[in-house]
């Protein structure tokens, strides 16, 4: 079974950068495509971005399009977003999951990480 940890989350001010870690243990998961989610209070889960399992393919929300990045190291089991041109609605805990295949299409598995608050401040 697959962990995943997910770190880099803090305070910043609205226009600032941060760049989550999603760190995977307990086996390879290069041949598995990978997300991020975000939940903010009182609000659903929602989608924020995935990259296939080569890092060739990837695809956004339209919230964050332009502004977040993700980008994976299979070396290293990890998977990153680099967010930019941050805003006070990007205030949530972010979780990354792991996908069921390869592919984008695929959708979600139940692994989650325990998620990373990142709060940015107008």
């Known amino acids: 079974q697959v962990q995943l940890v997910e770190s880099g989350g803090g305070l910043v001010q609205a226009g600032g950068s941060l760049r989550l870690s999603c760190a995977a243990s307990?086996?390879?998961?290069?041949?598995?495509?990978m997300g991020w989610f975000r939940q903010a209070p009182g609000k659903e889960r929602e989608f924020v971005g995935a990259i296939n399992w080569s890092g060739s393919s990837s695809k956004y929300a339209d919230s964050v399009k332009g502004r977040f990045t993700i980008s994976r190291d299979n070396a290293k089991n990890t998977m990153y977003l680099q967010m930019n041109s941050l805003k006070p609605e990007d205030t949530a805990v972010y979780y990354c999951t792991l996908y069921k295949g390869m592919f984008l299409y695929t959708g979600p598995t139940d692994s989650w990480g325990q998620g990373t608050q990142v709060t940015v401040s107008s």
């Open positions: 307990g086996r390879p998961v290069s041949s598995y495509a």
